[in-house]
């Protein structure tokens, strides 16, 4: 009883097996009497053995399509000439000091003006907003939604604390350019509103997708997505901090470019809908050449089985 119970579970499982092979085919044969037929070829064990293989490679191509194309986050590459640059801290990460020399300081975002030198630490939760209309001066405005200290600048000297709201003007021409490294939670752009003479604004830019492959373990890069006059860009839900540099000289505006993870990115245009940028699985799959070279050959393997099977069986 138990040696006809292992055979029924084989033969059902080789009907199964065997039975993918039957599709698309005219042949006169129901899956039993298919898998029957084989049964009876010479080359029944060699065929067992490589339609095994072809249903473990199907697997195997499967699991790592569906780990693949499952990833949420997507990478993010951003390069753009904006007006204004927001900054939050991602997760109470520390932002990356800044050296600062000769430049004006307002405390209390007021009307006291100082000349101050030195590395500018900011707090953790202290929103940064770096701004430039044109060529005029650069703007760097600190301040804090509990009402707390946003940090401190360490001179030669001595360790001078800030309040909680502080800004910084700085002078930038040809000859005295600044490169500002920048970690945290980005937004570049900002909002166009009516009735308003001027505020700042992107110029333009482009932001690509990358990712890594799932079997190459190569990074691929999508036709960047271009922003327009006017856009505001920044990461959904992001997974990570975002990391990058700023850098201005005498050309208007600011150039920055960053990368990051997240969910989605979203683009806000005036009197517009948002514009969704996402790594979706037709992305993945158009991008991912290793993937659909994996693909392509179990379509090949699949066809040459049923040859050499329908071969065998007539």
């Known amino acids: 009883?138990?040696?006809?119970?292992?055979?029924n579970i084989f033969r059902k499982t080789a009907k199964f097996l065997f039975g993918i092979f039957l599709t698309n085919e005219d042949l006169p044969y129901t899956a039993t009497e298919f898998r029957d037929r084989i049964s009876l070829s010479p080359w029944r064990w060699l065929l067992h053995i490589l339609v095994g293989f072809f249903w473990m490679l199907l697997a195997y191509i499967v699991v790592i399509s569906l780990r693949f194309i499952t990833t949420p986050d997507t990478l993010y590459n951003v390069t753009a000439r904006s007006e204004i640059i927001t900054i939050d801290s991602f997760q109470n990460s520390a932002f990356v000091p800044w050296q600062l020399e000769n430049v004006t300081r307002y405390a209390q975002c007021g009307s006291e003006t100082s000349f101050i030198s030195g590395q500018l630490q900011v707090a953790q939760?202290?929103?940064v907003y770096i701004e430039r209309i044109g060529t005029q001066s650069v703007w760097i405005t600190l301040s804090s939604a509990t009402l707390a200290p946003v940090g401190y600048i360490q001179t030669?000297?001595?360790r001078i604390e800030l309040s909680d709201?502080?800004?910084?003007?700085l002078q930038a021409s040809a000859n005295n350019s600044y490169t500002l490294p920048i970690d945290g939670v980005?937004?570049?752009g900002g909002e166009v509103k009516e009735a308003s003479a001027r505020e700042p604004i992107l110029h333009d830019g482009s932001v690509a997708i990358s990712d890594k492959g799932a079997w190459s373990g190569q990074y691929y890069q999508t036709e960047p997505y271009a922003l327009e006059l006017g856009d505001k860009f920044f990461i959904q839900n992001p997974s990570i901090q975002s990391s990058g540099f700023i850098f201005v000289d005498d050309s208007p505006g600011m150039q920055v470019t960053f990368n990051g993870k997240g969910d989605a990115g979203v683009i806000q245009r005036y009197k517009s809908e948002d514009i969704i940028l996402k790594n979706s699985i037709w992305t993945k799959l158009a991008h991912d050449e290793s993937l659909l070279f994996l693909w392509l050959f179990l379509v090949a393997a699949f066809s040459l089985l049923k040859f050499v099977i329908r071969v065998n069986i007539e």
Request: one cysteine or more; charged letters at 35%.
């Open 125 to 127: 939760d202290t929103s």
């Open 156 to 158: 030669d000297n001595q």
């Open 165 to 169: 709201c502080e800004a910084f003007e």
């Open 186 to 188: 980005m937004t570049i």
């Open 1 to 7: 009883m138990k040696r006809l119970t292992l055979k």
